[in-house]
């Protein structure tokens, strides 16, 4: 009679014990990879907002007190949004919290024609404009704000009248876009860190940033210094204003 062989107990047992092991080695090696693939995830989202909020500010820095012809620091300029005041490239306020406000025309741009003191025609229609846009116009001396009461089409030409009188007398070529002003900022509203830009509405960028902070700042040239959750360095940006 043949004699049938199979695994007893103690084999069983010594396996399930094996398997037992390996099941808990490769939980352990899951559970650690898993972790480390967080971590690494993280870092890699914290470098790409640094580097993409970095640019971000440096452009914006360039651009400060853009129009066509020069600088609005070197022009004689009135903002009607301020209470007159002349248009400033950029503004540092400190407190209650750090944040940086950059004024300037929008990159796409047109030559305007001056009909009187509250309108005026632009040609070639470069950007859109719609009712209340706000806008600022320049030539090589003056620039101010202003503000669309309505906005007319004829021949391919829009005709805008301002809601306000022009306070400067322009001459030479004549320059028109959209009047931007735009704001970094550190805010805790909400109970934690938010880094938001405000342009129209407001913007959360990154809720990783622990500092924003200008620490040199002159006519020319803004340094600042950033930081975030899980960088032990911090982050410096240094860019020039153009003229």
């Known amino acids: 009679m043949n004699k049938i062989s199979g695994f007893g107990v103690t084999e069983q047992l010594i396996s399930i014990l094996i398997s037992s092991i390996i099941l808990m080695c490769l939980v352990q090696f899951y559970l650690s990879f898993k972790k480390f693939f967080f971590l690494y995830h993280m870092k890699a989202q914290e470098f790409s907002e640094n580097i993409l909020i970095s ?3 440096r452009n ?3 651009h400060a007190g853009f129009t066509p012809c020069m600088n609005v620091k070197h022009l004689i300029s009135t903002n009607i949004f301020d209470d007159q005041k002349p248009i400033r490239p950029f503004t540092v ?8 406000t950059i004024e300037r025309m929008s990159e796409n741009y047109d030559h305007t024609t001056i009909v009187d003191s509250r309108h ?19 030539d ?6 202003a503000s669309v009461q309505s906005l007319k089409k004829s021949k391919g030409q829009s005709v805008i009248e301002l809601s306000h009188a022009l306070a400067h007398r322009y001459q030479g070529r004549v320059y028109v876009g959209s009047y931007l002003k735009e704001t970094f900022y550190l805010s805790t ?11 129209d509405r407001s913007e959360v960028l990154s809720d990783s940033m622990t500092t924003f902070q200008p620490i040199h700042v ?10 975030f959750k899980n960088d032990k360095k911090n982050t410096e940006i240094r860019a020039f204003v153009r003229s």
């Open 218 to 227: 002159d006519q020319n040239e803004i340094i600042i210094r950033m930081k």
């Open 140 to 145: 090589c001396f003056h620039c101010e704000t």
């Open 60 to 62: 914006r820095i360039q």
């Open 120 to 138: 005026i025609i632009i040609d070639n229609n470069q950007f859109k404009l719609k009712k209340n846009d706000k806008i600022l116009i320049a």
């Open 93 to 100: 306020q400190m407190l209650p919290s750090p944040q940086l």
């Open 55 to 57: 640019e971000l500010i």
């Open 189 to 199: 509203l909400r109970g934690y860190d938010e880094f938001r830009y405000d342009l």
